[in-house]
């Protein structure tokens, strides 16, 4: 377990000391290429995004192709996509900075948010590096909320501060170790680091919300319900690690905006993807990109690891919450008929997607102190998206604008219609004293949204009473003289 804490962060722009590269399974390159040289224009043809591939491999093909798009144009948009509409000449990786002059030699294709770390750099600007050792209190601390990562009331913001930000990082480590996951598919740990580094590296943390530490605290509801006797007595370590993996990436490389945003402005990943779960389909692909470039599991057998990247997707696909009603009819059909086994690895594939969307919208069920705050982030998000739709004359997206709608409708309407439907079937399911106090809390956290709005009614009713009050007193000018 010491191995976990003791391993460095290592920046991805700063030299590699040799110590790292002499370890096996770390770093591998042919003779012909220098690791801190130009690259081997060969190796390069083969890079799209921030993914690595054979260039046999035709599974290549469903990878997310953003290389050509970011080094042709500067915007992040093909000339020949470009249309008239004002928002397709602003990328995702400027909605919280402006560019500035860019190298002309760019040795890695990268994702949105390491494109963004990568031209700071590129442009001379100073670089905030957060200290990856920590003094031992805060560690220590870590190390004791560790311990009770199984309870509902873990609180993430305290463990992301304690871990320096890092959050994801030791969390996920911490639980694949638990499991035994690492010695058992024999991963290696430096390629396993260098991966989670990646993918918390990928996440935008300036999202209010889809950042990285909501993956954590996924991760942490997924471990949760892992733990329940229905599951634990049924998943194989395959199924946890799938589901663990799943968890930590779901939503790898979130812009901030929602799906029907990108659809109307024709963003080239809502064409790239027809439309059709098109977030969903690029944090998958963001996942099995940082996959293969790290190269986490290039010594099982080519099949295992495309089953792996394969059910990946599908489970990462059932986040999508358009298609929240088909599988909550599923599940409820199921249940209904009594025909869920979990011996069966499709029933266990199932309930491990039904689990993952429970975690990804848990918030209404955590204690009010954790809830309130993961609310107010969600719905932030949804109000800069509004801002930005005004600020380029588009159509406001239903809850994205700030000047009409509330936290606390936004929060009622959502349990009421998402929420509560889907975790009432998991109690079913799971009726666990677990299960219980999900329910429990979420219906405390209604029940205080709608004390807070009958607050801000009463206040705002005052308000405008007294406003009319003293206008009535106002003595018109005409009245005086006569």
């Given at each position: 377990m010491e191995v976990c804490y003791q391993l460095p962060v290592l920046p991805l722009d700063r030299p590699v000391p040799k110590h790292v590269l002499s370890r096996r399974g770390a770093i591998s390159f042919s003779s012909s290429s220098s690791l801190f040289g130009a690259p081997d224009p060969r190796q390069l043809s083969q890079r799209r995004g921030a993914i690595s591939y054979d260039s046999s491999d035709q599974t290549a093909l469903y990878i997310r192709m953003l290389g050509d798009v970011r080094v042709r144009s500067?915007?992040?948009?093909?000339?020949?996509?470009?249309?008239?509409?004002?928002?397709l000449c602003i990328d995702f990786r400027t909605l919280h900075s402006e560019y500035g002059p860019q190298s002309s030699r760019v040795h890695r294709l990268l994702s949105f948010q390491r494109y963004l770390h990568s031209s700071r750099l590129l442009r001379g600007i100073p670089q905030q590096i957060p200290l990856h050792i920590?003094?031992?209190?805060?560690?220590?601390?870590?190390?004791?909320?560790?311990?009770?990562?199984?309870?509902?009331?873990?609180?993430?913001?305290?463990?992301?501060?304690?871990?320096?930000?890092?959050?994801?990082?030791t969390l996920t480590l911490h639980l694949l170790n638990q499991?035994?996951?690492?010695?058992?598919?024999?991963?290696?740990?430096?390629?396993?680091?260098?991966?989670?580094?990646?993918?918390?590296?990928?996440?935008?943390?300036?999202?209010?919300?889809?950042?990285?530490?909501?993956?954590?605290?996924?991760?942490?509801a997924m471990y949760c319900y892992l733990q329940e006797p229905?599951?634990?007595?049924?998943?194989?370590?395959?199924?946890?690690?799938?589901?663990?993996?799943?968890?930590?990436?779901?939503?790898?490389?979130?812009?901030?905006?929602?799906?029907?945003?990108?659809?109307?402005?024709?963003?080239?990943?809502?064409?790239?993807?027809?439309?059709?779960?098109?977030?969903?389909?690029?944090?998958?692909?963001?996942?099995?990109?940082?996959?293969?470039?790290?190269?986490?599991?290039?010594?099982?057998?080519?099949?295992?690891s495309m089953n792996m990247e394969r059910e990946l997707g599908s489970l990462i696909l059932a986040t999508d919450i358009s298609r929240q009603n088909d599988y909550?009819?599923?599940?409820?059909?199921?249940?209904?008929?009594?025909?869920?086994?979990?011996?069966?690895?499709?029933?266990?594939?199932?309930?491990?997607?039904?689990?993952?969307?429970?975690?990804?919208?848990?918030?209404?069920?955590?204690?009010?102190?954790l809830s309130k705050q993961w609310s107010e982030k969600v719905t932030e998000e949804f109000f800069e998206q509004g801002d930005i739709e005004k600020k380029h004359k588009l159509q406001v997206s239903p809850l994205c604008d700030r000047e009409t709608n509330t936290v606390g409708n936004i929060q009622i309407g959502f349990m009421t219609y998402v929420a509560e439907p889907l975790f009432g079937e998991w109690a079913r399911f799971s009726d666990t004293r677990l299960s219980q106090t999900m329910l429990g809390h979420m219906g405390l956290n209604k029940a205080s949204w709608g004390g807070l709005q009958a607050e801000q009614t009463a206040i705002s009713e005052e308000t405008e009473t007294s406003a009319r009050g003293s206008r009535s007193k106002e003595i018109p000018q005409g009245s005086r003289k006569s």
């Open positions: 500067q915007v992040g948009f093909e000339p020949e996509r470009r249309s008239s509409h004002p928002y920590l003094d031992e209190d805060y560690s220590g601390q870590a190390r004791c909320m560790l311990e009770k990562v199984g309870s509902w009331n873990f609180d993430i913001f305290l463990f992301d501060k304690l871990t320096n930000g890092n959050s994801l990082i499991y035994g996951l690492v010695d058992l598919f024999q991963l290696d740990m430096v390629k396993l680091w260098r991966f989670l580094v990646l993918v918390q590296e990928d996440y935008h943390n300036d999202n209010p919300y889809h950042n990285s530490v909501h993956a954590a605290d996924v991760t942490q229905m599951l634990s007595k049924s998943l194989t370590s395959y199924d946890i690690l799938l589901g663990l993996l799943a968890a930590a990436t779901h939503d790898l490389d979130h812009p901030g905006v929602n799906q029907p945003f990108l659809i109307k402005t024709d963003h080239y990943l809502a064409t790239l993807y027809r439309n059709t779960s098109v977030l969903e389909n690029h944090h998958w692909k963001s996942a099995v990109g940082l996959l293969r470039e790290t190269g986490l599991f290039s010594h099982l057998p080519p099949e295992d909550l009819s599923r599940f409820r059909t199921h249940l209904d008929q009594e025909s869920l086994g979990l011996s069966n690895a499709s029933h266990r594939h199932f309930v491990l997607q039904m689990a993952l969307k429970c975690a990804d919208i848990c918030n209404p069920c955590r204690p009010w102190e």
